[in-house]
Structures are given as structure tokens and as C-alpha cells.
T-cell receptor, first 115, second 112 residues
Framework: AQKITQTQPGMFVQEKEAVTLDCTYD???????LFWYKQPSSGEMIFLIY??????QNATEGRYSLNFQKARKSANLVISASQLGDSAMYFCAMREGLLRNQFYFGTGTSLTVIP | NAGVTQTPKFRVLKTGQSMTLLCAQDMNHEYMYWYRQDPGMGLRLIHY???????AKGEVPDGYNVSRLKKQNFLLGLESAAPSQTSVYFC???????????FGPGTRLTVT
């Protein structure tokens, strides 16, 4: 079974609008971490946001927020006020267990911001 | 402070040739990782290390070997390259307890 599932291969959003990128995960661990990374066309991986499994509040970092629904095993990324520079691939990832170092990435969502 | 660097940036190999990819970090991080990224597959963990002299297998270790002789360097070796190993390879590092991984710029490898 896939550890991380991103079901939206491509998304479009109008500039200044908000967009939600979906991510579901599969783990039997109680302790885990969820991440989102951005990969622009230049290829580098840029860390955006982190949510721990025990964090009760949804994580926020500037225009990024993570909508964490533990019972549904979902960790959707919300980008508010989209900008042209947000056009990129977005990857959801999970780290299982506090002491393990196994990271799992989803297949990514390509976001295009339309002016 | 260069962060995480990877050498080389591009490489073309013939089937059966060997090569070593070098990852270096100057942040004194304990943990280092090698990933491969294929179209439509996201990143997959090949091997990782939790400290100097230690290595462990990730999700897709077959066909690769690694070594961590110095804390700042993590080497990925291909003993006999195959076309299936054509990919973009990323190195990453982080200190213990940190959740963010710092990624290198990637190495694009083509095996013909």
C-alpha cells in the first residue's frame, strides 16, 4: 500500500485565490511527522511546513497552512493568496516513528498559478 | 556556508560502468540520506546514515552501495550501472530531532 497518496497530478488556481492540495497517508505508528516540500522548475527541494502527529493545532507558515485531520489520515496543504511564484511541484512526505529515519514521499501535484 | 552540495551535477554512463556520487554537508548534521526521483514516482529513499560509520537501507537499496567514512560526506556507489538507474539523485541531511531535511541540488544521471 502507498504510504503517501496525492491524487491530484495537476491543479490550476487563479492568482490571489486560495488552493488546497490533497494528501492522505497510511501508517500504524502513533508518532509520525508530515511535511510539504515545493520543487520549482529549477529542481531544488524547498521545505514548506511540518505537522507532528501529536500537534493539536494545524501548522501554519506564512501563506501556507496544513489542514491536519488525524482520523481521516489526511494532511492537506492550503496556500492562500496564490502568487505566480507558487507555480511548482508540491510533494507531501511522512516520517514514520520518532526514532526511525524512513521518509516516504508522494508522487506530487503540479500547481500552475494563472495570472 | 554551502549547505548540502552534490558532485557531479550531471553524468552519462554506459551500462555496466561504475561511478560514485558525492554528497557533502558543512552543517555538522548527523543524519544523511540518498534519494532518487523518477517521473511520476516522487522521491524514494535509497540508503541513509545516522552517523559516521553507519549506513542503513531505505525503500529501494538494490544496485547501490553507500559509505559514510567522514561525518560530512555520504557517498553513493553504483557498481554496475543499469538503464533502470537513470534518475535524478538527491542527497539530504538533518540533525537528530529536527524534522526539516536540507536537500542538495541533485545529480542527473543517465545510463545508456
Amino acid at each position: 500500500a502507498q504510504k503517501i497518496t496525492q491524487t491530484q497530478p495537476g491543479m490550476f488556481v487563479q492568482e490571489k485565490e486560495a488552493v488546497t492540495l490533497d494528501c492522505t497517508y497510511d501508517t500504524s505508528d502513533q508518532s509520525y511527522g508530515l511535511f510539504w516540500y515545493k520543487q520549482p522548475s529549477s529542481g531544488e527541494m524547498i521545505f514548506l511546513i511540518y505537522q507532528g502527529s501529536y500537534d493539536e493545532q494545524n501548522a501554519t507558515e506564512g501563506r501556507y497552512s496544513l489542514n491536519f485531520q488525524k482520523a481521516r489520515k489526511s494532511a492537506n496543504l492550503v496556500i492562500s493568496a496564490s502568487q505566480l511564484g507558487d507555480s511548482a511541484m508540491y510533494f507531501c512526505a511522512m516520517r514514520e516513528g520518532l526514532l526511525r529515519n524512513q521518509f516516504y514521499f508522494g508522487t506530487g501535484t503540479s500547481l500552475t498559478v494563472i495570472p | 556556508n554551502a549547505g548540502v552540495t552534490q558532485t557531479p551535477k550531471f553524468r552519462v554512463l554506459k551500462t555496466g560502468q561504475s561511478m560514485t556520487l558525492l554528497c557533502a554537508q558543512d552543517m555538522n548534521h548527523e543524519y544523511m540520506y540518498w534519494y532518487r526521483q523518477d517521473p511520476g514516482m516522487g522521491l524514494r529513499l535509497i540508503h541513509y546514515s545516522v552517523g559516521e560509520g553507519t549506513t542503513a537501507k531505505g525503500e529501494v537499496p538494490d544496485g547501490y552501495n553507500v559509505s559514510r567514512l567522514k561525518k560530512q560526506n555520504f557517498l553513493l556507489g553504483l557498481e554496475s550501472a543499469a538503464p533502470s538507474q537513470t534518475s535524478v539523485y538527491f542527497c539530504a541531511s538533518n540533525p537528530p530531532g529536527a524534522y526539516e531535511q536540507y536537500f542538495g541540488p541533485g545529480t542527473r544521471l543517465t545510463v545508456t
